[in-house]
């Protein structure tokens, strides 16, 4: 398999997931200005879309959508406990999660990637953010992740986007519970393997 990723875009969940599933994989970065990969690869050619993640699967197709890929990644390797086995209840549970993050929390502060945003624009999806952040703090209760007391890939997808809040410098001070979370999920030893190849640490 070969993960086509941007440093701490969204595509660092899947990175995290593969690597807590153990699964060997490639990684290649994508230039996302110029659309290449580090390979040498016209990225459009790999994913019309023009964004990652992307994952080129080991029979040559590639398969795209965080939310999706997370749940492919999770599938592979069942005995990870990275997702809960398709069709139950718990797996509906996640993939919930999967979609709150990705269309609540991903796209929301996302928005702050844009050039363009205006400072009206800007304020008011840092507000939204923080209303799905007091709902977070709302469901994690004293748990110490999304579902209980099992990581899964919801985990990996939202420690992500939440590391984009450093990024745009937004203070987290009102939210110690989701702070906590994350620095929990930072130790994590695939974690900080996932951050180290992205050159976000040492
Ligand atoms: N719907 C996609 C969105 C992916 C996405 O937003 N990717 C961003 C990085 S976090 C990206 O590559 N943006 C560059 C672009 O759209 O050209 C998903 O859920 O995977």
Request: charged content about 25%.
């Amino acid at each position: 398999m070969k993960l086509y990723y941007y440093p701490g875009a969204c595509s660092m969940a899947v990175h995290i997931a593969l690597r807590e599933a153990g699964i060997p994989f490639d990684l290649d970065k994508v230039d996302l200005a110029k659309h290449r990969t580090a390979d040498g690869e016209d990225f459009y050619k790999i994913n019309p879309k023009g964004y990652v993640p992307a994952l080129r699967l080991d029979d040559g197709q590639v398969l795209t959508e965080d939310a999706v890929l997370l749940q492919y990644v999770a599938d592979q390797k069942s005995t990870s406990g990275l997702a809960p086995k398709a069709g139950t209840m718990e797996r509906y549970r996640v993939m919930e999660w999967l979609n709150f993050i990705s269309s609540e929390m991903h796209k929301t502060l996302g928005a702050l990637f844009n050039p363009k945003i205006t400072p009206e624009w800007k304020e008011d999806r840092i507000a939204l953010f923080g209303r799905r952040c007091n709902f977070l703090v709302q469901q994690l209760g004293g748990k110490p992740y999304l579902t209980g007391d099992k990581f899964t890939i919801a985990d990996a997808y939202l420690f992500t986007i939440l590391g984009w809040t450093n990024l745009f410098k937004l203070d987290m001070g009102k939210w110690p519970a989701l702070q906590s979370y994350a620095g929990r999920i930072a130790a994590r030893p695939a974690v900080k393997e996932a951050m180290k190849a992205e050159g976000l640490i040492k």
